[in-house]
Each structure stands twice: as C-alpha cells, then as structure tokens.
C-alpha cells in the first residue's frame, strides 16, 4: 500500500496529540482504572474467560480490548497506565489511515486530507484516542466492516473476499462490546439495500465462510464465559446489560435530544460548519444522482449512516457521549467534501454560496474571542489552579487570541476558493493549538486533581499487608493503584453488618466522609477506632482511612 503524502501530514500532528504524556497521565475514574484493573486480573492470573474487578465477577462487556491491553503488559512486566490506553491509541491511529484511503479511493485525495485534518481536530475522537477504555477500538472495527463491506458491494468480482473480512470484524466488535457490534453495522447495511432498492439482493450478504469467521471469533469466548459465569452471570451480561439496558434503561438515562447537545461541544470547531456541510452533500447528491450513479450510491451510503448511528443511539435512554463516536468520522468525510468543493474555483458559480463559509467563521471569531476571554478567570476556580497556572493560562490564550484574529483576517478575502482554503487552515491551526495545550497543559493540571496515585501510595505505606475493607467506597483508580487482590466493601444496607464486621477484626476501612458522619456514634463506642488518615480528597469524593488496630478514639 503506497504512503500518500497527505496522509503523512495527518499522522505527524495525530501521533503527537495521541501519544504526548499518554504514560504520565493517571488513570481517571470510573471506567479507565476499572478496566485496567479488569487486564491487570488476567495478567497476574491467568483466567483469560471472566471479567474480575477487586475480586468479584463483572458481567459488562467482553474482553478483547483487555487481551489487547496485555500484548503491550506483558513486555512492561504490568499494566500501567501506557500500556493500557495502546489499544486506543493504535485504534485511533488506524482509524485515520483507513478513513484516509477509503475517501482516497471513491473520492479524491484532497477530500480525505481535509475530512482526516478534521477528525484529528475532532475533540471527542481525541479524547477518546487517549482513554483506556472500550469505545475507540470499538469504533474501529465497526468502521473498519462497513468499510470492507461497501468495497464488496462496489466491486462483485472481490465481494466474497471484503464479506468474509466484514463478518470477521463484526465478530470482533461483538467480542469488544457486545451484540451492538452486529446489530449496529447490520442495521446500516440492510437500510442502505433498502434505499438502493434492492431488498431482493440482500441474499448477497450470505457468505459461507464470513459466517464461519464471525461464529469462529464470538461463539468459544461466549460459551465459556457463560458456562463458567452461571446462570445469574449469563442473564446479567447477555441480557441485561445489553437489551434491557437499551429498552429500559437503568443507568447514564438522559432525554432523545441529548447527542444534539453534545455534538456542538465535542466536535467543534467543525459542528457550526456541518449544517452547510450537509446542505452542500444533500444538493451534490440529488445533482450527481442520474449523472454518477456510482458517487450517488456512496453518498446514500454515507447518509444512511449517518442517520442509523444517530437514530439507535437515540433512541435508547441510556445515553453516553462516547457511544455515538462512529458518527465523527462521516461527518468528517461531509466536511471535507464541502471544504474540497470550495477549494476548487472551477465550481464557484454553481449556486454554493460562500456564505455557507463566511457566516460559520464569523460565529467562530466571536464565540471563541469570548471563551478565550473568561478562559483564564475560569480556570483559576478550579481546585488544584493555581496562580503560576494562571500565567500559563494567559499566555495560551494570548497565543489562541492571535489564531483567532488569524482567521478573521481571512474573511477579507474575496475569492470563494481562496476564502475556503485560508478559513479552513486557519481554523485547523487554531483547533491544533488548543488541543495541544489542552493534552500539554490542562490535562496535567486536572490531573493533580483527579489522581489517586498520591492518596494510594499513602495508605499502602499505612496499611501495608494487612486487611483492607471499605463501606460505600469502591472507587476502581484506588482498585487499581492499590494493587491489592480485593478488598470486601460493605453497601449502605449493610451497615450493620459492616460495623459487625469493624468489632470482631482488626482492620483498616477506606469510608466516605459522609457515611463517616451517618456511623460516627457507633464508632466512638468502639475505644480502639481511629482515624488514620484524613483528606484523602479526589475527584467528587472526600474519604478517611479508620482503624481499629490502633488505640484511639473516632472524631
């Protein structure tokens, strides 16, 4: 496969804000440290079938992303906080190069350079590039099937060849996530057959040997799990948490709307220019339809897409922001048509306006002239910023600033193809410029005050080997910075189990300082409590460490 140089381009800045400080960054709670924690089980133990977290099964999702964690874990000796978020990492990476030669090959190169600059401006796609949890490497497979399937769809003399690897991928979403890796991937391609009216050659999709690779890939991790899990362990990790939590959800509930709310903020800058983007797609498309009906096909592809993933995930009242990363990347593609079609001057008295450019760009210079103007005193209210963070602050945005006057200045320009390209360039610098301040600076400054790995190595010089337990607390970044087997953790209806359980051993206990304050009159009737440690402060919680081995008094 040649290496295009547009595609260099893209990976040079993507490999940065990917990998800088990926190694120096704590694990963030919840799902980070619990699925490290989840690989790290499987490194030390060797039970490659149940998901265990502190010592108890976990019926949630399956485990391919945690056997991805390990190949990286086994030459560090551990799993750390590198090596956990590699499978992220590469599945980001990947996902830009394959993005790349798919809208290389039914486009134009110049359209994929510009949709890859976009999605690697993208704040959700790198946010999540850099996470050490499921929904990148999920992404990635599901794209990498619809993207081997619309290739057998195009082309019929290689069509079982792509069909075997769709199965194949789709088998392996499964093994990430769950059923939504088929479901998901199968409910665009039956809407797209339908849209091309061809509902009769949906018999195509049947591929004997894709069939066998997607069996072969989900079925001997499935029945192991389930027979080894139980009965009550099957019905909570095939069932629940995947049909009933869709249906009726029972957790992260929010209202049909929120992913509108959403998209605004995580794929801005871009998302104020999508609107003219998807007017400029839905014109091209009904202009190209009787004249390439190959380029309408694609294009009814993308849509169908883009309807699918936004329609499913919509409609299920649990609801995450991560979920919908599959969208990014055909929006993406939509914007980089539309920029693509300004650049070419050909084109500029075909009834696309610049304006579709101009007036986006001009809700940009004032939405982010504001935000960097309250972005410094913002800031300093956090817990943790303090005053030489507040000169660091100011001097990125003096230098942000300068990228925004940058790109106000390109509104002068009269030529619609000139304007499309300047505006464009600019605001990618400017979007680059914060996310590397935002992985360089912010996320090291947030991390001093999310990080448990100070409090955690406290309490394990105080508590050492002996026995740990905690009531109401069972945050997975101290699972995991711990690094202990398990540690029994008592629920607030077990209170008086719990305080049972206080009397007749010798222990340390990690409480919230909120319970601590419901028990506290218990606990001064037992003489040999005391408080070991306090403020163990972190994200949203303030806890204690107590002990009963030590003489002293609960106060």
Known sequence: MKIDRGLILVLLPAVFLIFIHLHSISLWSPDEPREASISRHILHTGDYIVPIFNGKPLPWKPLLFHWCVLIPSVLAGDVNEFTARLPSAFSAIGLLILLYYFISRFLTARTAFYSCLVLLTCYAFVEQARLSTIDMLLTFLMFCALVFFYQGYRFPEKRKRYYLFFYLLCGLAVLAKGPVGIVLPGMIVFFFYLSEKKIKQLSELFCPAGIFAFLFSVLPWYLAVCFQGGEGFTYEFLIRQNFI???????????????????????????????????????????????????????????????????????????????????????????????????????????????????????????????????????????????????????????????????????????????????????????????????????????????????????????????????????????FYLNRDSWKCFEPEERNEFLSYLKQHDVYCLIPRYRYEEVKAELNKMKTVSIVLKNIYGWKYNCLLLSNRLPGRAD
């Open 245 to 479: 939590r869709y249906l009726n959800a029972f957790d992260h509930v929010q209202p049909f709307y929120y992913y509108l709310q959403k998209i605004p903020s995580h794929f801005f800058p871009w998302s104020i220019f999508f609107p003219g983007a998807l007017v400029f797609f839905m014109k091209d498309f009904f202009h190209r339809k009787k004249e390439i009906p190959a380029d309408s096909s694609l294009r009814r592809f993308i849509l169908i897409w883009l309807i699918t993933v936004f329609l499913f995930f919509s409609l299920s009242k649990s609801k995450r922001s991560q979920y919908i990363l599959l969208l990014y990347p055909v929006m993406s593609l939509m914007i980089g048509a539309f920029w693509n079609r300004f650049h070419e001057e050909k084109r500029e008295n075909q009834g696309f306006s610049p304006l579709w450019i101009r007036i986006p760009a001009e809700l940009f210079v004032l939405g982010a002239g504001f935000v960097l103007l309250l972005f410094p005193y913002v800031t300093t209210s956090f817990p943790g910023f303090d005053g030489s963070y507040y000169r660091v602050n100011f001097v990125w945005s003096l230098i942000l600033t300068g990228f925004v006057i940058y790109v106000a200045a390109a509104l002068f320009e009269k030529k619609p193809c000139l304007l499309g390209r300047k505006i464009f360039t600019r605001i990618f610098m400017f979007t680059l410029a914060g996310l590397v301040f935002m992985v360089t600076s912010l996320y090291p400054q947030f991390d001093s005050v999310r990080s448990a790995v100070y409090d955690a190595v406290s309490i394990s010089k105080t508590v050492g080997k002996a026995e740990m337990i905690s009531y109401d607390f069972e945050r997975p970044e101290f699972v």
